[in-house]
């Protein structure tokens, strides 16, 4: 089994609109709905790929049968916490050119009866779990210190913890020294103070996390793929889309792949090959955060890998 702690849950509305002008009326081509926020998109692609995987997050009543079904559709066992407040909700516009613009609700903030109902609930899929996932920002209410704590928690049980987070929250969580940690270009430039452009910098980077402790950085870059550390080396993966529709969530079904390839003691290189070609099968599809297993499947070989550096040492002086 694995957990996530998805405290993030969301509605996602995906429409699809000619053009997008500020300040005018715009009339819906097509509108969909679906259960979103990270831990949603991580749990069903793992769920997709064959592992069993459990997601704690919170609900509301107005749509707890909308997730609670999308979720038992794709396999995911959901324990949802029924919050008071009403759930973020997240829109997608899509213009016809295919540009994405984003909206993303603030969300409830959550009480301490309601957090306490999460973090129980949590603790007690993680000790049943052999890898857990933290997943996303966290809901107002909660310290930007919670993921460190979690994965103290989560170290406390011999188990490995899994950590995609942005901002305070990721940084305090890297000094607990989680398994892996998965930023992207944005988070971890935030998180090393300049801008990490280019793959070079990335390997830079990576190396710099190996040195703190963290076993199995792993970097995301969009279409320049992702790069990832372990004592095998330092490694890149990529894969052009043949077609690319939308690659919001990517980050997430790539995380998915990581997740199911560390829990079947997959080399990195093989690793990083599954979790590209869900970040690609992501961003091939319309829906946000979700890689079907067929498309995964038949884009694995074409994954291009190759490794930037042979073993760095544990401390990462081979940086130097
Ligand atoms: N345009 C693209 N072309 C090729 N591969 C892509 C593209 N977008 C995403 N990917 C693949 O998916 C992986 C994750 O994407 P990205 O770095 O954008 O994650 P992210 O910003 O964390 O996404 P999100 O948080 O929306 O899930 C990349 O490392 C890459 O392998
Ligand atoms: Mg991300």
Redesign the pocket.
């Known amino acids: 089994m694995i957990t996530i702690a998805g405290f993030n849950t969301a509605i996602d509305r995906f429409i699809q609109i000619d053009a997008l002008t500020p300040g005018e009326v715009h009339r819906v081509r097509t509108e969909k709905v679906y259960a979103g926020g990270?831990g949603v998109?991580v749990a069903q692609t793992i769920a997709e790929l064959g592992e069993h995987v459990r997601l704690i997050g919170p609900i509301d009543a107005a749509h707890h049968s909308l997730i609670g079904r999308q979720m038992s559709a794709r396999g995911v066992l959901f324990r949802g916490v029924e919050i008071e407040g009403e759930l973020r909700q997240c829109l997608a516009l899509q213009e016809e050119g295919g540009s994405i613009t984003e909206i993303l609700g603030q969300g409830p903030q959550l009480s301490q009866i309601e957090q306490d109902a999460l973090l129980r609930d949590f603790r007690r899929s993680a000790d049943q779990s052999e890898l857990v996932i933290l997943s996303g920002s966290l809901p107002r209410g909660f310290a930007d210190t919670l993921y460190a704590e979690l994965v103290e928690y989560v170290h406390g049980l011999g188990k490995r913890c899994l950590v995609?987070a942005s901002g305070d929250a990721l940084r305090n969580a890297v000094v607990a020294k989680p398994f892996l940690v998965?930023p992207?270009?944005?988070e971890i430039s935030q998180l090393v103070g300049h801008p990490v452009i280019n793959i070079e910098a990335a390997q830079a980077a990576v190396i710099a996390l190996r040195a703190r402790g963290i076993s199995m950085p792993v970097v995301?870059?969009?279409?320049m793929?992702?790069v990832a550390a372990d004592d095998t080396g330092v490694w890149h993966?990529?894969?052009?889309?043949t077609q690319?529709r939308n690659?919001?969530?990517?980050?997430?079904?790539?995380l998915a792949g990581m997740a199911v390839a560390i829990k079947r003691n997959m080399p990195l290189e093989q690793a990083l090959r599954l979790?590209?070609a869900c970040?690609?099968a992501?961003?091939e599809s319309n829906e946000t955060?979700f890689a079907e297993r067929g498309k995964v499947e038949s884009l694995l070989a074409n994954v291009k890998t190759s490794r930037l550096q042979a073993a760095p040492n544990a401390r990462g002086e081979a940086m130097h």
């Open positions: 990270k998109h995609d998965k992207n270009r944005d995301t870059m969009g279409d793929g992702a993966a990529q894969l052009a889309p690319l690659a919001v969530g990517s980050g997430d079904c790539f979790a590209v970040g690609v992501n961003a955060g």
